[in-house]
């Protein structure tokens, strides 16, 4: 078992965008929350600008934080339609597959802080 793992993804929201992603958050939230039991936390931030949203997600374990991108880029290919994302902080030491997916992302930055 390894420690607890923190993901911040930072977006850019498009111009229009919020409320209609807010509408697919409240479709996809519910049922990743019920998929994914390991995923200890899971919440948004809109600055005050409505021109950004940060995820924060909170895993107790590299598993959990695996468990939780399953299916990730069926979510991701939606929330391209609606948000941008730029950069991923990690916190913590995730798997070297869920690091490698992330870093496979195009045009997003990954800061990793590890353990």
Partial sequence: MSDPIVLISHSKVQKGKLEPFRVLSREVFPVMEAEKPGTVLH???VNEE??????????????AMDAHMVGAADRVGKA?????TYEFEIYGTPSEETLRMLRQAPGVDVALSPV
């Fill in 80 to 84: 391209n339609e609606f948000i941008e």
């Fill in 43 to 45: 919440y948004g931030y």
């Fill in 50 to 63: 409505e021109t950004e949203i940060h995820f924060v997600h909170v895993f107790p374990d590299a598993d």
